[in-house]
């Protein structure tokens, strides 16, 4: 049983040794390109892009989705929007660059707060609040809380409600104490990175993935152990969360723009997008033939369009709407270029 005990000891420091030399490795590759700010106690981690002279939309926060980080948000919106809007990108707590905090980040109530803290660092006093995917949670909590913040709501293929069914298993492994964290830290590294490829395809299916993504948007950097928890933390805790808050939804007063395709992959628009349609007084629901689970890449001139609309700017919203539909029912392998 000693040699066996050796054997097994060897191989755990051996995977802890792999994964922490990858993740060194991916910082390298993806180096921080924001600014590390104390909230009080920890450091959230963002890009701020002032205001240019073409200036005609409020100030804009992005919060990016799961297994995220800000360079995902950044590459699809800085150039759209370059000179237009103050904007603000973020590292969620425990993602990217950002550090995680205490417990109240294991849920999207303490992640809102912290960018609403980050928000008065930087002297942002009102915003529209653009939220993909897990960052649709984290949007309508901070719309909900921080109500004299938000100027609007932009969610893209939101999650928000309970769903039927559960979370990948790797999600609940790694949620577990101990067990867990020998998981982050030895298989989330090499598995993680075979997954890669395929995972960011499916994504954007059934449009295509830009073939920069990957090394623009650093989806590595999730591989991270430290990362993987905070994201399995989150990933976990979300169903019981959005049990006893999706019935809160009617009180947001904040004008609200819901971007969604009806062949989302990752998150049942059903469920989620008409959900929030039906649940946010006065909400505009924009449902998009042929897209998949990223209108912020392949539909960015809707969300343009959107936060014109919310600008009170005189933008037809569904004429947009109805062009990028048609583009991509005529032509599925386009991404569009707002």
């Known amino acids: 049983m000693f040699p066996v005990a050796l054997l097994l000891i060897g191989l755990l420091l051996t995977g802890i040794a792999y994964s922490l030399w990858h993740a060194r490795a991916f910082t390298r590759r993806f180096p921080n390109v924001g600014e590390l700010i104390d909230i009080g106690g920890y450091h959230m981690n963002s890009v701020h ?25 950044l590459h699809a919106f800085a150039p759209a929007l370059d000179g237009r809007a103050e904007m603000l990108f973020v590292d969620r707590p425990g993602h990217g660059y950002s550090e995680r905090g205490g417990a109240t980040n294991d849920l999207p109530d303490g992640q809102a707060a912290a960018i609403a803290a980050l928000m008065e660092k930087r002297g942002i006093r009102r915003a529209i609040i653009v939220g993909h995917s897990f960052g649709g949670a984290i949007a309508a909590s901070f719309a909900l809380h921080h109500p004299e913040k938000t100027a609007g709501l932009v969610l893209l293929a939101p999650a928000t409600h309970p769903w039927p069914g559960g979370i990948d298993w790797y999600y609940h492994l790694t949620a577990l104490p101990f067990v867990g964290w020998l998981f982050a830290h030895t298989l989330v590294t090499p598995l993680g990175q075979r997954r890669i490829e395929r995972g960011t395809r499916s994504i954007f299916s059934p449009n295509p993935r830009p073939a920069d993504y990957i090394d623009k948007t650093g989806p590595h950097l999730v591989l991270r152990p430290s990362t993987f928890l905070s994201n399995a933390r989150d990933i976990a805790n979300l169903h019981a969360y959005l049990t006893t808050t999706a019935s809160r ?18 998150v049942l628009a059903d469920i989620h997008s008409r959900g929030l349609a039906r649940d946010i007084p006065g909400s505009q629901l924009v449902w998009i033939g042929n897209l998949g689970h990223k209108p912020d890449y392949v ?28 583009r991509l029912i005529a032509r599925p392998g386009e991404v569009s270029q707002a």
């Open 49 to 73: 892009l002032p205001v240019g002279e073409r200036a005609d939309l409020p100030p804009v926060v992005f919060i990016h989705g799961a297994s995220g980080n800000l360079l995902d948000q």
């Open 249 to 266: 939804y009617r009180e947001i007063a904040a004008p609200t723009v819901i971007i969604t395709g009806d062949s989302d992959g990752i």
């Open 299 to 326: 539909v960015t001139d809707v969300v343009v369009a959107a936060l014109e609309k919310l600008a009170g700017q005189p933008t037809d919203l569904d004429e947009i709407k109805r062009r990028a539909e048609a």
